[in-house]
Nanobody, 122 residues
Framework: QVQLVESGGGLVQAGGSLRLSCAAS????????MGWYHQAPGKQRELVAA???????TYADSVKGRLTLSRDNAKNTVYLQMSSLKPEDTAVYYC????????????????WGQGTQVTVSS
């Protein structure tokens, strides 16, 4: 069984910083893409940032220049460094990982973290 455990959320004032972490464990052969979505009350879940197995990064236009995505393959962990935070960033943040569970698998399965709350006050 695969689990993704998130940490690092909390309450911060506008202009502050947080670092979110997401660690995958369990039956893992390899991990392709990892990343983060967020969802604010009354809004749809949207992609914030993603990183491929080859290291290519994608960011939502609303966070470019303020958020940095990185990963530690040895620890099966992805990080989201969040700076210059705005009240509009307030949301639940969900990490994901596309995981091959055994050698020879041709299709990855997507797993999700439990979500962590980020609240930015004005």
């Amino acid at each position: 069984q695969v689990q993704l455990v998130e940490s690092g959320g909390g309450l911060v004032q506008a202009g502050g910083s947080l670092r979110l972490s997401c660690a995958a464990s369990g039956s893992i052969f390899s991990i392709n893409a990892m990343g983060w979505y967020h969802q604010a009350p009354g809004k749809q879940r949207e992609l914030v940032a993603a990183i491929t197995g080859g290291g290519t990064r994608t960011y939502a236009d609303s966070v470019k220049g303020r958020l940095t995505l990185s990963r530690d393959n040895a620890k099966n962990t992805v990080y989201l460094q969040m700076s210059s935070l705005k009240p509009e960033d307030t949301a639940v943040y969900y990490c994901y990982a596309d995981i091959y569970d055994r050698r020879g698998s041709s299709r990855a399965n997507r797993y999700w973290g439990q979500g962590t709350q980020v609240t930015v006050s004005s």
